[in-house]
């Protein structure tokens, strides 16, 4: 009897181990099985989730149908000669290079004056007279250039690009709030002559200025303004703004007024405040003012928003200049031109310090 139970207990105990290894290795099988089917699945939903990735990034970049400089259709394969405004050269440092590494079947080569100093008036002269094939221009064309191009046979259009601001700079030790427009021109004609007529120190101005005939950018509107004879007779002309930020730093008394971007950001001279009142003086650099002992390590930059929202007073338009001669000289500067009018183009010019026109 004894070993009848004691067989039956065996039994039961082999039942029991037989069970449990039958039940630890179906779990292990569901286990390979399910691990197995999860590693053949691994790579579609990796590439999935990769596919979905870059389809959003697709369509971010897309959507909106933004123009490149790849877009630009009718580039003439050639090269060409092109220059004029100093104001210009952060845009052939910046905005030209990125041109040329994308289409570098149209080949820049910019060109100074051999006469004079570089600038819009020589600029447009020298394309007047065929040394360039288009020139850029910080100021309009006027009646008289217009004339001498049809006298020769062909028209010059002048193609709107961008916006820059128009700066006045002074040696940072002047202690003045700022000018209004018609403060500054009256600077330049001779009627005020001392910075305590403007609410500075008891000390004589001493105005910097291109001359005329070179200069980039005006503070006069009218062809009468711009007269050379109004202009004070004790204003030291300059043969670049370099030259200018750099004897502004040794004149205490002195002024100067070019392109905000070329400039705001000079360590040596300190940009003022301009106004249409002396209530509503603008600051063509964004505050606080950065102080020549924190310059170089911080910089003073163009206040855009204030020129973009028209509360900053003087501004000038960026031209691109063409001559419409139905020639290789069209078909450059015409390229050139819708380049920069590109969205990738007026990106890169806002990127320089200048504003676009298509806002």
Do not use: H
């Amino acid at each position: 009897m004894d070993n009848t139970n004691e067989r039956r207990s065996l039994i039961k105990g082999d039942i029991a181990v037989f069970l449990r290894g039958l039940i630890i290795g179906k779990v292990l099988t569901l286990m390979v099985i399910g691990g197995l089917l999860w590693w053949l699945l691994k790579p579609d939903l990796l590439t999935r989730s990769s596919l979905e990735t870059t389809n959003s990034l697709s369509l971010d970049t897309t959507s909106e149908g933004a123009s490149t400089f790849e877009t630009v259709a009718d580039i003439p394969p050639e090269s060409f000669n092109y220059g004029g405004s100093t104001a210009w050269a952060f845009i052939r440092q910046l905005v030209d290079s990125q041109i040329q590494s994308a289409r570098p079947e149209l080949q820049l080569r910019y060109v100074d004056p051999v006469n004079g100093s570089p600038g819009s008036t020589s600029g447009i002269r020298m394309l007047l007279d065929g040394q360039l094939d288009f020139a850029q221009s910080s100021r309009p064309l006027t009646d008289e250039e217009r004339a001498i191009a049809r006298q020769r046979g062909f028209t010059l259009e002048e193609k709107q690009v961008g916006i820059d601001g128009i700066a006045v700079v002074v040696n940072p030790s002047l202690k003045v709030p700022g000018l209004t427009i018609k403060q500054l021109q009256q600077i330049y004609l001779g009627q005020i002559t001392n910075w305590k007529q403007v609410g500075g120190p008891n000390l004589p101005i001493t105005p910097f200025s291109q001359r005329p005939e070179d200069a980039d950018t005006a503070i006069f509107s009218t062809k009468t303004d711009l007269d050379k004879q109004a202009f004070n007779s004790k204003i030291e002309y300059v043969y670049s703004t370099t030259e200018a930020v750099r004897q502004l730093s040794k004149t205490p008394g002195g002024v100067y007024y070019a392109s905000a971007r070329a400039v705001v950001s000079q360590c040596s001279v300190k940009p003022l405040p301009l106004g249409r009142t002396v209530e509503q003086l603008i600051s063509p650099y964004r505050e606080p003012l950065v102080l020549p002992e924190q310059c170089p390590r911080q910089r003073n930059r163009v206040n855009t928003e204030a020129i973009k929202n028209g509360s900053y007073p003087i501004t000038t338009s960026l031209f691109v200049i063409i001559k419409q001669n139905k020639d290789r000289e069209q078909k450059a500067g015409q390229a050139y031109a819708n380049l920069l009018l590109t969205d990738q183009g007026q990106k890169a010019l806002e990127q320089a310090g200048f504003l676009g026109v298509r806002q």
